[in-house]
């Protein structure tokens, strides 16, 4: 039974607003409760819009896990877009979640996911628009408990002066031993305090507000202590049996058009691959896979529930799966006759085949995206990303057999060691893709190749042999670009570059500290938000917030860090050592490489998280 | 191949269902709900549904109608017991039938506005709204903005005041060539009797009608 309260009120602005059905919760599989009987009730908040949020597969995953226990209730709650959002303020809606339309600051646990450095802003804006203090400080009483986790969680310190507690790592089993903490908080009437005291010692917490950050003269960090005996470093939660662990057999379906419209089943964790520049490649690891025949029968539940007409295997690099072959046999063994296509993106060049081409039969003649990273042979190995030109022209031979004509690049620039040479080394691949469609006799008739060259500039990233490195700034990246599509020659070949702010906020925050609180602070008043869309971000604004707070962006993105700088993501540990970073950036400058994990170990130190201590074996 | 017709309702929130999104939303019920149903043939087969008239946005209905095959025929009560385990409560089942008419004998729909107040003197301008000689109002085509008048497209309408509320009931034309909107006309009602426009209104269709005035089945 929804608010009743805040159901009239919405319901006379749904006619007014766009997308309405984005509101009105009742999908397919969500869960009510009883309102009464939940001991802890948790509301789970995707800081981006609901076609956005409803993607979301790990939002999907931990709504689920928490669903499962009887006395535990999860919502979930989206970002208004600008006219609800005008809306609700005008007619003193508070922020409300999708299933019971209560207001989200009478949960007692309000989590945010973390999913991109450009959603903070959003984070403070849903918190104002539920009516929830956004400093920490200001929240005196246990209820609500703000708390996070995700991928930023990797280096949260931007964010600390707004989260109570933060989750890096792996949420599944962690947010349940979150929840009976706190329930056990409540029923004993401890207060914040004493309970954020007792959850940090839970493995996979950390409570910002235990630990005390001192700084140099020249702003990098002096000393960072723990308080009482609060660990230091906090180490990420990892699930050790990943093969048995949680996973949903239904997902709510939305009635509306989200950005994937399929099941989606994860296949593994980590990644043995090891490229220079991937962060998520590093704190997602030691690598595990999940048994094919657990998969096929996840697979199989997901879509029975849903009726999904399109089932994803979804991971970092889903072709290192060991037993692929097993599990497409036995994922075509039913999706066939039910219809279903099976999609895998994230296809290796190194790996791709003729087989794979016609198993996943989901691949619309629109396009094969492929991403080589960079133009040349030295640099391609200066990042570790180990494939050939003769990798990438046999994969796009196979493509073109195949009947795709159209094939998507993804490169990145202003990587370290980059020169002129290897910028214009994009131009001369994607030309060299172009001329071997013409070259081959059996291409497909009566069409003409298209090459799509998609080029992002590069953000260095905690946790990573980059982090390091210093960030190219705009200019340079401009120059780079305009030297690329100077360097194009054939009208076959299109080159999307997006030169944005974006880049210089992701630097900005990617590799921050906890001083940088303020700069949030002051750009969301000033009107900053959904800050990765295009037609909101406010450069002027954020330029002003800047100025005002006497941060330098160069300070945080474009300077040279040293091997033995002290970094704020170092209260935390995500199972690769330090070391392991310092002699890949040293390889990187020579451009020598590093072998994938199951060809040689290359002791990253994220083992210790394995049985006997072994990733493989 | 055995055709199907389902007569269902949209109510609570599922009003907010575009047609769009309600074409996908039926695909993957009937994917659940494991009935045999027939796939379109060719490069992307997809589970074939069509909706014969197809409700505008924030409409409530009792009346709406989905075609669709199955492979082989069933008993119909069958049929209806998947499809209703299988939609959500926002789509409530109401009967599945072979279908007896074609859907281009569609002529008119029936809709009730329910007016949430009480007050006879909305009621008397209402009324009189019905004894202009004209009703113009712009109505948006594929060809770019037409003035039309909505007079000649309601075939018959009804007027009745209870404490609370005010009900028009008016049948609609519904046809190939012309079909008037019951949220255009209930533009027109608030454009000319501006007094309505602050009153919360509910829009329902109550039944789908042939051209000769039976209900469509």
Redesign the interface.
């Known amino acids: 039974m929804k608010n009743p309260e805040i159901l009239k009120k919405v319901q006379?602005l749904?006619?007014k607003v766009t997308k309405?059905?984005q509101y009105?919760?009742?999908?397919?599989n969500c869960v009510y409760k009883e309102r009464e009987e939940a001991a802890v009730r948790f509301a789970f908040c995707f800081p981006d819009t609901y076609e956005i949020g409803m993607s979301h597969l790990g939002m999907k995953i931990l709504y689920s896990v928490l669903n499962n226990r009887e006395e535990f209730w999860c919502e979930r709650v989206f970002a208004p877009m600008d006219d609800m959002e005008e809306a609700m303020r005008k007619e003193e809606i508070p922020l409300f979640a999708l299933e019971s339309y209560d207001p989200v600051k009478d949960f007692d646990i309000i989590g945010f996911t973390l999913q991109y450095e450009l959603s903070f802003t959003n984070v403070l804006n849903m918190l104002n628009l539920a009516g929830v203090p956004l400093l920490s400080s200001q929240r005196d009483s246990l209820s609500p408990l703000v708390v996070a986790g995700g991928p930023c969680v990797c280096n949260p310190e931007p964010m600390a002066d707004f989260i109570d507690l933060f989750m890096p790592g792996e949420g599944e089993e962690v947010i349940l031993e979150l929840c009976d903490c706190y329930a056990d908080a409540k029923k004993r009437g401890l207060s914040k305090q004493e309970f954020l005291q007792n959850a940090a010692k839970i493995p996979g917490i950390y409570v910002p507000s235990l630990y005390e950050i001192a700084y140099h003269e020249d702003g990098t960090i002096r000393s960072m202590t723990a308080k009482g005996d609060a660990p230091l470093p906090v180490e990420k939660r990892v699930i050790e049996d990943f093969d048995q662990v949680y996973y949903p057999d239904k997902f709510v379906?939305p009635?509306?058009?989200t950005v994937h419209?399929r099941a989606v089943l994860e296949v593994l964790r980590g990644c043995i691959r090891g490229c220079r520049f991937c962060q998520a490649g590093f704190i997602y690891r030691p690598f595990r896979e999940k048994n094919f025949e657990t998969l096929n029968k996840q697979g199989k539940s997901l879509c029975?529930?849903?009726?999904?007409?399109e089932l994803g295997l979804s991971s970092l690099s889903t072709t290192d799966y060991a037993k692929l072959d097993q599990l497409l046999d036995a994922l075509l063994g039913w999706t066939e006759k039910?219809?279903i296509n099976l999609s895998l993106p994230s296809l290796r060049i190194d790996n791709f085949s003729e087989e794979m081409l016609q198993k996943t039969g989901a691949v619309r003649k629109s396009g094969l995206t492929f991403a080589p990273e960079a133009g040349t042979q030295r640099l391609r190995d200066a990042i570790n990303k180990n494939i050939t030109e003769r990798d990438i022209l046999r994969t796009a031979e196979i493509a073109f057999l195949g009947g795709h004509s159209n094939i998507k690049l993804y490169f990145m620039i202003g990587l370290p060691t980059e020169t002129d040479e290897d910028i214009i080394g994009i131009a001369e691949t994607a030309q060299k893709v172009v001329d071997l469609f013409y070259a081959l006799p059996n291409r497909p008739k009566g069409k003409s190749v298209r090459v799509s060259v998609t080029v992002s500039g590069f953000v260095p990233k905690p946790f990573t042999p980059f982090e390091f490195e210093p960030q190219n700034t705009r200019e340079e990246l401009k120059r780079k670009q305009a030297l690329l599509r100077s360097h194009i020659g054939s009208k076959k070949i299109s080159v999307s570059y997006h030169d944005s702010y974006v880049t210089v906020l992701e630097g900005i925050f990617a590799r921050g500290d906890r001083r940088l609180g303020k700069l949030l602070l002051s750009a969301y008043e000033k009107g900053c938000k959904f800050d990765s869309w295009d037609d909101h971000l406010k450069p002027e604004l954020w330029q002003e917030a800047l100025a005002e707070c006497g941060i330098d962006p160069a300070f945080y993105a474009n300077r040279r860090r040293e091997y033995d700088e002290i970094f704020p993501w170092e209260l935390l540990d995500y199972g690769v050592s330090k070391e392991f970073f310092v002699r890949e950036n040293k390889k990187a400058h020579e451009a020598k490489t590093t072998a994938n994990c199951r060809q040689q170990c290359a002791g990253c130190g994220a083992n210790r998280y394995c049985q006997g201590g072994k990733c493989f074996g | 191949m055995v055709d199907y017709r389902l007569f269902f309702g949209k109510q609570?929130?599922?009003v907010?269902?575009?047609t769009?999104?309600?074409n996908?939303?039926m695909?993957?019920?009937?994917?659940?709900s494991l009935l045999p149903v027939w796939?379109s043939q060719g490069f992307n087969?997809?589970i074939y549904c069509s909706f014969p008239l197809p409700l505008s946005?924030?409409v409530y209905s009792d009346y709406e109608v989905m075609d669709f095959r199955l492979n082989e025929e069933m008993p119909a009560c069958e049929v209806e017991n998947a499809l209703r385990a299988?939609l959500?409560?926002?789509f409530p089942v109401k009967k599945v039938a072979r279908p007896q008419m074609h859907v281009k004998t569609i002529g008119s729909a029936a809709y009730r506005f329910t007016f949430e107040t009480g007050e006879e003197e909305l009621a008397a301008l209402l009324e009189d709204l019905f004894t202009w000689p004209e009703l113009l109002m712009e109505k948006f085509t594929k060809k770019g903005p037409r003035e039309i008048d909505l007079l000649p497209l309601i075939q018959h309408h009804q007027i009745t005041r209870g404490s609370e509320i005010i009900c028009l009931d008016a049948r609609l034309v519904a046809t190939q060539e012309n079909t008037l909107s019951p949220m255009l006309l209930y533009d027109a009602i608030k454009t000319y009797c501006p007094a309505l426009a602050a009153v919360?209104c509910k829009i329902n269709r109550t039944a789908i009608l042939n051209q000769t005035g039976e209900e469509f089945v």
């Not at chain 1, 029975?304 to 007409?309: I, K, R």
């Not at chain 2, 695909?27 to 659940?32: E, M």
């Open positions: 006379d749904l006619p309405p059905a009105c919760g009742n999908e397919m379906v009635y509306t058009q419209d029975d529930s849903t009726g999904y007409d039910e219809k | 609570g929130n599922g907010y269902i575009s769009l999104d309600m996908r939303m695909q993957r019920a009937l994917k659940r796939y087969p997809h946005l924030g299988a959500p409560e926002d919360r």
